[in-house]
Nanobody, 116 residues
Framework: QVQLVESGGGLVQAGASLRLSCAVSEGIVSTYDTAWFRQAPGKEREFVAVFRGSTLRTSYSKSVKGRFTISRDSAKNAVYLQMNNLKPEDAAVYYC?????????WGQGTQVTVSS
């Protein structure tokens, strides 16, 4: 069973930066689509960013485009989310996801809190 473990969350002030990491237990990062989602209290889980395994392309939600950057390190089996200029509305639990047709894995999440 593939395991994803997020880290790097915390409490920051608006305008600050954080870098989230996702450690993947198996060498799937180079072939799977790896993504970040987030869920704020009382809201649905929403897409943040994806790194396509097959095309090496990235996509972002409108709310984070230009501020967040997704990257991966296949040698380390890791996925990252660099978050700059954080806003209070970015506060949420951030989840790492790895997807391939027939397989969909999630981490347990890491909390990001942004104070105004």
């Amino acid at each position: 069973q593939v395991q994803l473990v997020e880290s790097g969350g915390g409490l920051v002030q608006a305008g600050a930066s954080l870098r989230l990491s996702c450690a993947v237990s198996e060498g799937i990062v180079s072939t799977y689509d790896t993504a970040w989602f987030r869920q704020a209290p009382g809201k649905e889980r929403e897409f943040v960013a994806v790194f396509r395994g097959s095309t090496l392309r990235t996509s972002y939600s409108k709310s984070v485009k230009g501020r967040f950057t997704i990257s991966r390190d296949s040698a380390k089996n890791a996925v990252y989310l660099q978050m700059n200029n954080l806003k209070p509305e970015d506060a949420a639990v951030y989840y790492c996801n790895a997807y391939y047709p027939g397989n969909n894995y999630w981490g347990q999440g890491t909390q990001v809190t942004v104070s105004s």
